[in-house]
């Protein structure tokens, strides 16, 4: 997809998820207007409280931004950014991430502050790149997709955070917590370039984020990021004990080395059930969402479709021959 780079008085149209008490959105509405009415930049918020009219939020700020040359920015957790860049990629717009959830592994893998304010800073330094985004079927993904057990933990973490609180401490338990309880292993047939190939798992991960594929110590799988592939995990369908092991790997940055684990990179692939069974939908997770999905799911690689702001490298002012700091030429 052809895209030029924003004019220096783009627009930004601004799709902040709510999430929390009114006194911390006004906080956070203050800080994103302060930052950029004081750089002369022109913006539009919209606040949403319901997270059921988000889709229709960044559709409707989506089609502004393309009409008058702007750029749209999602303010929240993963699953805010992606519903948000699901509608840049389809109105062809720039996209820019104010990250504001528990991992924020998207923007951090981009080099965008966790800091709102700092955030706001980087957007107004950042230079609009192509960034390679997953698809399934035809929702996108930019950090990952997963059917079986993750998606019940996803279902169960946000249960759990309602109660105790959002937290990572509170998100690792809750994961603990599901993996080692009951449930049912997948059994899916695989087609990857052409060859099929049959796995009893009980989730079947796919990364698109090389930060994600480090912290749980899969090398490989990094590299084949760089190289414009997706990376899948699959645990083998094991007892608590070694499921145990390989969260215990996981946590500690070596699931590489595990025996239990098929791990593979690819650039497309469809997952079929088995033949004879009488399931037609999957739950299916895409960046922290759950929804279902007719089966076969596949997953495809899609590259220059989402233009990312990524921000520049501040340049340090230049010393001159007496030590003092001087402006470039």
């Not at 080099?111 to 330094?125: C, G, K, M, Y």
């Amino acid at each position: 997809m052809q895209m030029t780079e924003p004019r220096p008085d783009a627009p930004f149209l601004v799709v902040l998820n709510a999430g929390s008490g009114h006194a911390e959105t006004d906080l956070r509405c203050s800080t994103i207007r302060d930052v950029l009415e004081g750089a002369g930049r022109r913006c539009h918020l919209e606040v949403v409280h319901d997270a059921s009219e988000l889709g229709a939020a960044a559709k409707k700020m989506a089609a502004r931004a393309r009409t008058e040359g702007g750029i749209l920015v999602a303010a929240g957790g993963d699953g805010t950014l992606n519903t948000v860049a699901h509608e840049a990629v389809q109105a062809g717009c720039p996209f820019g991430v104010l990250p504001q959830g528990t991992f924020n592994y998207f923007g951090r893998t981009h080099s965008i502050p966790e800091d709102l304010a700092e955030a706001v800073h980087a957007l107004l330094r950042a230079r609009a790149r192509p960034v390679q985004i997953g698809r399934v079927n035809e929702r996108i993904f930019l950090v990952n997709a997963s059917v079986g057990l993750y998606p019940k933990l996803l279902e169960e973490r946000e249960h759990d955070k309602r109660q105790y609180g959002r937290s990572r401490v509170v998100a690792l338990l809750s994961a603990l917590k599901t993996a080692l309880g009951r449930h049912r292993n997948l059994r899916i047939t695989l087609e990857l370039d052409g060859q099929p190939r049959h796995l009893r798992t009980p989730t079947l991960f796919v990364g698109n984020n090389r930060l994600q594929m480090e912290q749980v110590g899969m090398p490989p799988l990094q590299h084949a990021l760089d190289e414009g592939r997706l990376a899948a995990i699959a645990p083998r369908a094991v007892g608590k004990l070694r499921m145990l092991g390989l969260l215990v790997r996981g946590a500690m940055g070596r699931l590489g080395e595990a025996e239990d684990v098929d791990a593979f990179a690819f650039r497309s692939m469809t997952v079929r059930g088995p033949l004879l069974s009488g399931r037609r939908r999957l739950k299916v997770a895409t960046d922290g969402e759950v929804c279902r999905m007719a089966l076969p799911l596949r997953f495809e690689v899609l590259d220059d479709q989402l233009h990312l702001l990524v921000p520049e490298p501040e340049v340090a002012p230049e010393a001159g021959a007496d030590g003092r700091a001087t402006a470039a030429a």
